[in-house]
């Protein structure tokens, strides 16, 4: 796993520990990471459905997520590109011969 990019900025609402997540920013107290918060809020979503959609957050953990995200805004895209990586490895994986099969297994008619 590669390393992520350090924090610029401190957040309250916000842990970035090696043991937690592979280092990955998550809520405090939770292991919902900021990647996942950013990636919805830059699609557009409204903070008030982030709240809705993980309400044990609440508006001050989701708030604090999201003013992390825009204050480190490197490492939470660099942490994105790790997990979008991680996710092809895993696709790969569960499909034998995916990247090797260069020619149809059969003759076509």
Excluded at 103 to 109: D, E, I, N, R, Y
């Amino acid at each position: 796993m590669s390393a992520l990019p350090g924090v610029k900025v401190q957040h309250p609402h916000v842990d970035v520990r090696g043991d937690v997540m592979g280092g990955s920013p998550v809520v405090k107290g939770t292991k919902v990471p900021v990647r996942r918060l950013w990636a919805w809020h830059r699609k557009g979503v409204s903070v008030e459905t982030l709240v809705k959609r993980y309400p044990s957050l609440g508006w001050a953990k989701v708030l604090g997520a999201l003013a992390f995200a825009y204050d480190n805004q490197e490492l939470v895209e660099a942490d994105l590109e790790r997990e979008a990586a991680l996710m092809e490895a895993t696709e790969a994986e569960k499909v034998p011969g995916r990247m090797l099969q260069e020619a149809l297994p059969f003759k076509p008619k």
